[in-house]
């Protein structure tokens, strides 16, 4: 009697001790096996595993936004920037590692939009780690086949005289949309630019808004 | 690089389904566009998947589709279009586009 009361189900109470409950699929545990054998032979670090996640964490849609900032301001470099876009990010310091980025413009007659039907292929070292719809099957399969309806329930309506262009990032290549300047942001300093291009506006879900 | 392909030029994707790792979408195969530009020469992923060398290296290609040539019900404008990258391999010359 005096033990059961230790052993009752704790499922609700807040104090209960934490246990570690994840069940391990098979590639999550493949790669904890793999990861800690390369450790123990002296490959890499378990400091460098950290620091590499840490890294990978830190990227975010700021960098990209640097970029849509400049090639709003300076001509030149938007030209260097559509010619080579890991050249024209590697100019701003923006580090893009192997990436081979391609920047595609959006024009008063061009939408662009970015998937990946595949997997999950997305300029991490520009924009960080994908939003969890991107990597849905659902935008996967519907940004290729009805962009349309997608874009329109992302609250984007693009009229039927401006081609919708997606970009299937199958391979090598990765690709980040260089959005439209809105009007009314005249003056406006890169720092103030960068803001209004979001990440979903550098995947083309979305174009920047200036709110009054 | 010997680049089979120029830009502008029609081309078509083999109708194939070989097993393995493949990175030439289903939906795009035996389809006709233009190629958009050659992004260079890249290891096979099809032999790099399995723990080979990806050798020989193969170009790459953007190759620019009209929607409504890749699906027959397509709805949205008329000069809408999918880019996609395809390996050398998987392309052949092709009339039109």
């Not at chain 1, 104090?15 to 450790?39: Q, W």
């Not at chain 1, 939003?131 to 086949?145: G, L």
């Not at chain 2, 020989?56 to 990258?85: C, H, K, M, S």
Request: glycine share 8%.
């Amino acid at each position: 009697m005096h033990g059961d009361d230790l052993h009752h189900h704790h499922d609700e109470d807040p104090h209960a001790p934490i246990e570690n409950k994840d069940d391990l699929g098979h590639y999550a545990l493949m790669t904890l096996a793999v990861r800690d054998l390369l450790v123990e032979k002296g490959v890499f670090s378990a400091d460098d595993v950290r620091a590499t996640v840490e890294a990978m964490d830190a990227r975010s849609p700021a960098q990209g936004a640097r970029i849509v900032a400049r090639a709003w301001t300076d001509p030149n470099y938007k030209a260097r920037l559509l010619a080579d876009g890991s050249a024209g990010a590697k100019e701003l310091g923006i580090d893009v590692g192997p990436t081979h980025l391609v920047v595609v413009e959006n024009t008063d007659s061009v939408h662009n939009l970015i998937v990946c039907t595949l997997c999950s292929c997305y300029p991490r070292w520009v924009l960080g780690l994908p939003p969890d719809w991107y990597k849905s099957r659902s935008y996967r399969s519907r940004a290729v086949r009805e962009p349309r309806a997608v874009l329109a329930e992302f609250g984007t309506a693009v009229p039927d005289d401006v081609t919708v262009r997606v970009h299937d990032s199958t391979a090598d290549m990765r690709y980040l949309v260089l959005p439209r300047r809105p009007q009314g942001t005249e003056g406006w300093s890169e720092d103030q630019l960068a803001a209004i291009a979001t990440r979903d506006s550098m995947i083309g879900v979305t174009v920047p808004k200036v709110t009054a | 690089m010997s680049a089979r392909f120029t830009p502008g030029q029609p081309v078509r994707v083999r109708r194939a389904d070989p097993p393995g790792h493949v990175r030439t979408p289903h939906y795009i195969r035996g389809k006709t566009g233009v190629v958009e530009r050659i992004c260079g020469e890249f290891a096979n992923p099809e032999s790099l998947a399995y723990g080979l060398s990806g050798e020989p290296v193969r170009p790459l290609y953007r190759v620019r589709f009209r929607q409504d040539a890749v699906w027959p019900d397509y709805v949205g404008a008329r000069n809408d279009t999918v880019d996609i990258e395809i390996y050398e391999h998987w392309l052949e010359p092709a009339e039109g586009g």
